[in-house]
């Protein structure tokens, strides 16, 4: 009698999107942090396509390529998608919602989680269709430096290091060696390569 065939177990996924403008040292203390304590299999980056209030990003190309120099030196479980830019690619696309993202990756056949700040949970009820994204890819709350984490809350209770993009395209632009301390040195590289956020 031929042993029955098991179907492959779909791969448990964190999406931790944001605008990486730039990725910094903080995004890659969350994906560590995630990886090393939750039950997944690969963490995702996703950087923004487009801001959806209309922020001027750096060009998307140039922020996937930032956030695949921070990914690697956390080895082969983090991976850059660009799952915005293929949403974006649909007739009709007008502006990429968070529910969107997580029905694409759960078609593809993964079991996605969505990685937030604590910051974010005050705000869910702006989020598009917020109790549908939760249902379909469960919270992973790590804590911001003054927020508080809801009563009965199932977020990690360790608090990251608060650094801002903003100071850092500031620090940058100004030529500030300072921001060496937040900001990967493949990504410096990268930008300086580049010549990103500068005036």
């Not at 750096?58 to 990914?71: Q, S």
């Not at 009709?92 to 593809?108: I, K, N, P, W, Y």
């Not at 608090?159 to 040195?185: K, N, Q």
């Amino acid at each position: 009698m031929a042993d029955a065939i098991t179907a492959p177990a779909a791969t448990r996924v964190a999406l931790f999107g944001g605008s990486f403008n730039p990725p910094h040292v903080a995004h890659q203390l969350v994906a560590l942090y995630v990886l090393e304590t939750q039950p997944i299999d690969e963490l995702w980056l996703v950087p923004t396509y487009a801001h959806p209030f209309g922020k001027h990003l750096a060009d998307y190309g140039h922020r996937v390529a930032m956030c695949e120099r921070a990914a690697a030196p956390l080895g082969p479980r983090v991976r850059v998608s660009r799952a915005e830019a293929e949403l974006a690619a649909r007739p009709g696309f007008v502006a990429s919602r968070t529910l969107d993202l997580v029905e694409h990756v759960a078609a593809q056949g993964h079991r996605p989680r969505l990685v937030v700040g604590s910051d974010i949970l005050r705000d869910a009820d702006k989020w598009h269709r917020w109790s549908e994204v939760v249902a379909q890819a469960p919270l992973i709350v790590v804590g911001r430096a003054g927020y508080l984490l809801p009563p009965g809350s199932t977020a990690i209770d360790v608090t990251m290091p608060e650094i801002s993009a903003t100071r850092i395209r500031d620090l940058l632009a100004r030529g500030d060696s300072s921001v060496s301390g937040l900001v990967p040195r493949g990504v410096l590289g990268y930008i300086a390569e580049h010549n990103l956020y500068t005036p």
